[in-house]
């Protein structure tokens, strides 16, 4: 079982339309990290949130992290094609730079 | 140019090969990881690195080992490749201090 786990794991939809990406945990995490993948390369960092509560905008893009901080979501408004790729979750414990833990992923197609 | 760079990007192999991995960086970070990537298991940490000195195993490190031979530079070796160590290859580094961790393009390995 993975500590942070993410859902769904496959999201389709229209452009234009918006989606949610899920991330828990039963473990607490001192922050949390979004990334996003595109096929042939590495993740590249999105945001970092760190306050439970934390709401943070990119764009047509929202990050939460749980009051608790358990959890994530990140929001997708409007979505466009050129968001489709993988997103993933990862959380860090205890002192910044700590290594991380990894959600399973979602992959997000957006089709035109 | 990148600033972390992988290679070999793309290996095929026989099971029982010793296979090395390598990965280099220009960003002058004294952390270095290398993760493997399965679909819908995210990324698993093989082994990390907080300086030249510091080699630490991660979650997965049976049938793996590593060295750190600069600060700019940690090799993944497979002494003896098996069918089941066939995924996607990441390097990552960060600096001290931080949980932002930034990946190398990657390396799909396939072992026969």
């Known amino acids: 079982t993975q500590l942070l786990e993410q859902s769904p794991q496959f999201l389709s939809i229209q452009e234009g339309e918006n989606l949610t990406v899920y991330c828990n945990s039963s473990s607490v995490f001192s922050s949390l990290q979004w990334y996003r993948q595109e096929p042939g390369e590495g993740p590249v960092l999105l945001v970092t949130v760190v306050t439970g509560g934390e709401v943070k905008k990119l764009k047509r893009l929202t990050f939460q992290f749980g009051d608790a901080r358990k959890d994530s979501s990140l929001h997708i408004t409007a979505a466009q094609p050129g968001d489709t790729g993988l997103y993933l979750c990862?959380?860090?414990?205890?002192?910044?730079?700590?290594?991380?833990?990894f959600g399973g992923g979602t992959r997000v197609l957006v089709k035109p | 140019d990148a600033d972390v760079t992988q290679t070999p990007r793309n290996r095929i192999t026989k099971t029982g090969k010793r296979i090395m991995l390598e990965c280099s960086q220009t960003k002058g970070h004294d952390r270095m990881y290398w993760y493997r990537q399965d679909p819908g298991l995210g990324l698993r940490l093989i082994y990390y690195s907080f300086d030249v000195k510091d080699i630490n195993k991660g979650e997965i490190s049976d049938g793996y080992s590593v060295s750190r031979q600069a600060q700019a530079k940690f090799s993944l070796s497979l002494e003896s490749a098996i069918p089941n160590q066939t995924a996607l290859y990441f390097c990552?580094?960060?600096?001290?201090?931080?949980?932002?961790?930034?990946f190398g393009p990657g390396t799909r390995l396939t072992v026969l």
């Open positions: 990552a580094t960060s600096p001290q201090g931080y949980n932002e961790q930034f």
């Open positions: 990862a959380g860090a414990r205890g002192a910044a730079g700590n290594k991380l833990t």
